[in-house]
């Protein structure tokens, strides 16, 4: 099956930073999106990107399908960005759907 | 307001006694799925519904029963827990089309399921 990587791992930030967060994926996919779950366990949708580039405020992301990639980017990170970030693609053959590990941020005040 | 609302948040239970754990949606969806979240294994996809009578399999669906007998609902069932089916649960929802591109999945709130 297909297999979903992002990187870091984890991620410390001082406010006012900003970052890029990765996803690689292994195969074609039909779609690929970017989650945040809060330090509550909420999830929330931020993009819904299979290809090209999207923002939303502070936060952007790019999907370059032909490479087996996405970046989400986050500028002038605030101490509400913490929390993990996950990427997750559909499956081509379906609608099955397969999430990466994830990637741990904190910002510090 | 749209949402996806789960029941219960919180549940714990014997093993082998069977439950239910509901999902609804309230934004004429037509696909829905389940997920299991697990420290180190992040979440997995237990089953999905394309649609009203339409279900199949994610990758971890051993264990559980769901059905789709209404656009609305899609109901998680444990016939049988055990200890090792202890996790976090997602419900999630998405239209189809051209309205994927714009919300994606909302997901609810999840349910914390202990069995012991």
């Known amino acids: 099956g297909i297999q979903v990587e992002q990187s870091p791992p984890d991620l410390i930030l001082q406010e006012g930073a900003n970052s890029t967060l990765r996803c690689n994926f292994s195969?074609?996919?039909?779609?690929l999106q970017w989650f945040h779950q809060n330090p509550w366990g909420q999830l929330i949708n931020l993009f819904y990107?299979?290809?090209g580039t999207k923002q939303n405020g502070r936060l952007s992301a790019t999907t370059v399908a032909t490479e087996r990639y996405s970046l989400l980017y986050i500028s002038s990170s605030q101490t509400t960005d913490s929390g993990v970030y996950f990427c997750?693609?559909?499956?081509?053959?379906?609608?099955?759907?397969?999430f990466g590990a994830g990637t741990r941020l904190f910002v510090k005040a | 307001e749209a949402q996806v609302t789960q029941n219960p948040r919180y549940l714990i239970t014997v093993t082998g006694k069977k439950l239910t754990v509901t999902c609804s949606q309230n934004?004429?969806?037509?696909?829905m799925s389940w997920y299991r979240q697990d420290p180190g294994l992040g979440l997995r996809q237990i089953y999905y519904?394309?649609?009203?009578?339409?279900?199949d399999k994610g990758d971890v669906p051993e264990g559980y029963k769901v059905s789709r007998k209404e656009k609305r609902n899609f109901p998680l069932i444990l016939e049988s827990p055990s200890p090792n089916q202890t996790s976090l649960y997602f419900c999630?929802?998405?239209?189809f089309g051209t309205g994927r591109s714009d919300y994606g999945y909302t997901f609810g709130s999840g349910t914390r399921l202990t069995v012991v």
């Open positions: 999630a929802s998405s239209p």
């Open positions: 195969d074609s996919v039909n779609n």
């Open positions: 990107i299979p290809s």
């Open positions: 997750a693609v559909e499956d081509t053959g379906g609608f099955k759907t397969i």
């Open positions: 934004m004429n969806h037509e696909y």
């Open positions: 519904s394309m649609n009203v009578e339409v279900t």
